[in-house]
């Protein structure tokens, strides 16, 4: 394991890693970086499991033919350098030859999440002007329901469409790659904010060499692992680190395309051994949940997990620790950064229980007050890149939209954080999620946290109802345990126990108990539905007062 502060120094006097970045002239392709590059040894780069259990290995070798094949196939459909291709796929292996073929013709890939509707594929592909739809038989419908479509390539297509297996298997099977600059977009992603519609970005292509970074040093990837990472690539964390990480360090990938549950996801780490596992912590706390079920059959198997997307309760860390005999870390990023904070598997630093840890080398990540100032350690302000002394940060703005996140020289994350004395970073919340309450800000993740440890819950969300003594007050969101009855003792056993771990001001003075948290698609949660309800709730009672 390298020292964190000898990793960062060796960072900052690279050459070479400077010269990647910032070159501009035509010497890059992501087909190349992901797949060529690692040829020649027939090592294997794609491992699938369907939902019924079949297996297929692909090598390199077997992508770059099958790649080489496709591209041909969408140069035929009018795709050139610059154009975008669209995925609404699950994880197959035609997935992945649909993403290695839109880089290998110098194209930029746009992935579209399975579970969109329609009319969220119709705004992203109306933003995107992408020239083809790579999409199955059980998405294809709701291309029907989407207004100036592009042309749609579908596997196991319906009459009439343009079948991929039949037009890969006629393709021509040769297709040099087209070289792009680094500054080139090799990928379109969209990321939604508090308000408005999702906002599309461009990842040129030297975030390849943050990938790489974040694999190595974050994920701790070592050639004897086998990795799997539970994010769909519709996402971010999935693409950036299920597909291009792992691929650009010549490493194989595992996908597996089936609903995510306790029994599939023992059932994947111990059929294909997997010892490098990266997933969020909503999947997690589904598997504690699930107790000695889930744990004893695959205690000891794995080396490493990492957890992304949001904050690690501490007793998924804990839980891990001892019924896994594993050690979690936490992880924090954005689709706008990548990741950019960690605790390292792969650097030796200290680890402060709660905190997302270390700025990843290449990056100096610091904390900021409302006027741009930088914070010293233990005062909460906004997370912000020192974009200056960041050559890993790739981030350069919204694809023809203006943007309010960068103010001077700092890239603002829009969320609240404070810096620890050692050095690390803890994460307090988004900024418009932060509670006042009588004075004090309180993070909803340190309350929810608290409530999670408690047997009787399974998950919790925590929001500030507007008050008129404390400007807000703190209202818990409670997803109870299978056979665990809500009730006025059972709200005060837990407020019990969030002031006894928390502070005295910090425990929820109302408690909702709820079937279910609203999330977004990737499982990130929405406490803004929750708070706009109670907002509401509270101008509803109001008018009606008014009126008696």
Same mark, same amino acid.
């Given at each position: 394991?390298?020292?964190?502060?000898?990793?960062?120094?060796?960072?900052? #006097?690279?050459?070479?890693?400077?010269?990647?970045?910032?070159?501009?002239?035509?010497? *890059?392709?992501?087909?190349?970086?992901?797949?060529?590059?690692?040829?020649?040894?027939?090592? !294997?780069? !794609?491992?699938?499991?369907?939902?019924?259990?079949?297996?297929?290995? &692909?090598?390199?070798?077997?992508?770059?033919?099958?790649?080489?094949?496709?591209?041909?196939?969408?140069?035929?459909?009018?795709?050139?350098?610059?154009?975008?291709?669209?995925?609404?796929?699950?994880?197959?292996?035609?997935?992945?030859?649909?993403?290695?073929?839109?880089?290998?013709?110098?194209?930029?890939?746009?992935?579209?999440?399975?579970?969109?509707?329609?009319?969220?594929?119709?705004?992203?592909?109306?933003?995107?002007?992408?020239?083809?739809?790579?999409?199955?038989?059980?998405?294809?419908?709701?291309?029907?329901?989407?207004?100036?479509?592009?042309?749609?390539?579908?596997?196991?297509?319906?009459?009439?469409?343009?079948?991929?297996?039949?037009? !890969?298997?006629?393709?021509?099977?040769?297709?040099?790659?087209?070289?792009?600059?680094?500054?080139?977009?090799?990928?379109?992603?969209?990321?939604?904010?508090?308000?408005?519609?999702?906002?599309?970005?461009?990842?040129?292509?030297?975030?390849?060499?943050?990938?790489?970074?974040?694999?190595?040093?974050?994920?701790?990837?070592?050639?004897?692992?086998? &990795?799997?990472? $539970?994010?769909?690539?519709?996402?971010?964390?999935?693409?950036?680190?299920?597909?291009?990480?792992?691929?650009?360090?010549?490493?194989?990938?595992?996908?597996?395309?089936?609903?995510?549950?306790?029994?599939?996801?023992?059932?994947?780490?111990?059929?294909?051994?997997?010892?490098?596992?990266?997933?969020?912590?909503?999947?997690?706390? !589904?598997?504690?949940?699930?107790?000695?079920?889930?744990?004893?059959?695959?205690?000891?198997? $794995?080396?490493?997990?990492?957890?992304?997307?949001?904050?690690?309760?501490?007793?998924?860390?804990?839980?891990?620790?001892?019924?896994?005999?594993?050690?979690?870390?936490?992880?924090?990023?954005?689709?706008?950064?990548?990741?950019?904070?960690?605790?390292?598997?792969?650097?030796? #630093?200290?680890?402060?229980?709660?905190?997302?840890? &270390?700025?990843?080398?290449?990056?100096?990540?610091?904390?900021?007050?409302? #006027?741009?100032?930088?914070?010293?350690?233990?005062?909460?302000?906004?997370?912000?890149?020192?974009?200056?002394?960041?050559?890993?940060?790739?981030?350069?703005?919204? #694809?023809?939209?203006?943007?309010?996140?960068?103010?001077?020289?700092?890239?603002?994350?829009?969320?609240?954080?404070?810096?620890?004395?050692?050095?690390?970073?803890?994460?307090?919340?988004?900024?418009?999620?932060?509670?006042?309450?009588?004075?004090?800000?309180?993070?909803?993740?340190?309350?929810?946290?608290? *409530?999670?440890?408690?047997?009787?819950?399974?998950?919790?969300?925590?929001?500030?109802?507007?008050?008129?003594?404390?400007?807000?007050?703190?209202?818990?969101?409670?997803?109870?345990?299978?056979?665990?009855?809500?009730?006025?003792?059972?709200?005060?056993?837990?407020?019990?126990?969030?002031?006894?771990? $928390?502070?005295?001001?910090?425990?929820?003075?109302?408690?909702? &108990?709820?079937?279910?948290?609203?999330?977004?698609?990737?499982?990130?949660?929405?406490?803004?539905?929750?708070?706009?309800?109670?907002?509401?709730?509270?101008?509803?009672? *109001?008018?009606?007062?008014?009126?008696?």
């Amino acid at each position: 394991m390298r020292d964190y502060a000898e990793a960062v120094r060796s960072f900052e #006097h690279a050459k070479a890693a400077e010269a990647a970045l910032h070159g501009n002239l035509n010497a *890059l392709n992501a087909c190349v970086e992901c797949c060529d590059r690692h040829t020649g040894s027939n090592s !294997l780069a !794609l491992i699938y499991e369907d939902r019924d259990g079949n297996g297929q290995r &692909f090598s390199f070798e077997q992508l770059q033919a099958q790649a080489a094949r496709f591209a041909n196939v969408l140069k035929a459909q009018g795709v050139i350098a610059g154009d975008r291709v669209a995925g609404l796929m699950p994880r197959t292996p035609e997935l992945l030859i649909t993403i290695l073929a839109t880089w290998r013709l110098g194209a930029v890939y746009q992935p579209l999440f399975t579970a969109f509707g329609p009319k969220a594929i119709e705004h992203r592909l109306e933003q995107s002007q992408a020239k083809v739809v790579i999409t199955d038989a059980n998405n294809r419908a709701k291309l029907d329901e989407v207004a100036d479509c592009p042309s749609i390539i579908s596997v196991n297509a319906r009459a009439g469409d343009a079948d991929f297996q039949q037009l !890969l298997a006629t393709a021509e099977p040769e297709c040099e790659p087209v070289l792009r600059r680094g500054d080139d977009p090799f990928l379109l992603m969209f990321t939604s904010g508090t308000t408005g519609p999702a906002k599309p970005l461009e990842v040129p292509l030297r975030a390849i060499v943050a990938f790489q970074g974040y694999m190595r040093d974050a994920i701790e990837l070592r050639p004897e692992d086998n &990795f799997w990472n $539970l994010a769909d690539p519709g996402w971010a964390y999935g693409l950036y680190y299920a597909v291009t990480g792992p691929l650009a360090l010549g490493h194989a990938t595992t996908f597996y395309d089936g609903p995510f549950s306790v029994e599939s996801c023992a059932r994947i780490i111990n059929k294909l051994g997997i010892t490098n596992l990266a997933g969020s912590p909503t999947a997690y706390r !589904l598997l504690i949940a699930a107790g000695r079920e889930f744990s004893a059959p695959i205690k000891g198997r $794995l080396r490493v997990v990492s957890s992304a997307g949001e904050p690690l309760n501490p007793e998924v860390i804990r839980w891990f620790a001892d019924e896994l005999d594993v050690t979690i870390h936490d992880h924090y990023g954005q689709t706008e950064l990548g990741m950019v904070l960690c605790n390292h598997h792969g650097l030796a #630093h200290p680890v402060h229980l709660g905190s997302a840890g &270390f700025a990843i080398p290449g990056h100096r990540i610091v904390v900021l007050d409302e #006027h741009h100032n930088e914070l010293p350690a233990g005062v909460p302000g906004i997370l912000a890149v020192d974009r200056e002394q960041s050559p890993l940060c790739w981030f350069g703005g919204y #694809h023809g939209l203006p943007t309010k996140s960068f103010v001077g020289k700092y890239y603002l994350s829009g969320d609240t954080v404070e810096l620890n004395t050692d050095g690390s970073i803890s994460f307090v919340g988004r900024s418009d999620d932060v509670i006042t309450t009588s004075g004090y800000r309180v993070g909803p993740f340190d309350v929810e946290s608290a *409530l999670i440890e408690h047997p009787a819950v399974i998950e919790a969300a925590v929001v500030g109802k507007p008050d008129p003594e404390r400007t807000e007050l703190i209202k818990a969101f409670v997803v109870l345990a299978s056979g665990v009855q809500g009730s006025p003792e059972l709200e005060e056993t837990l407020r019990q126990h969030v002031r006894q771990r $928390l502070y005295a001001h910090a425990y929820p003075r109302e408690i909702e &108990f709820v079937s279910e948290l609203p999330k977004t698609p990737s499982g990130k949660l929405q406490r803004f539905i929750l708070r706009n309800q109670e907002i509401a709730k509270q101008q509803a009672a *109001l008018a009606a007062t008014a009126s008696a």
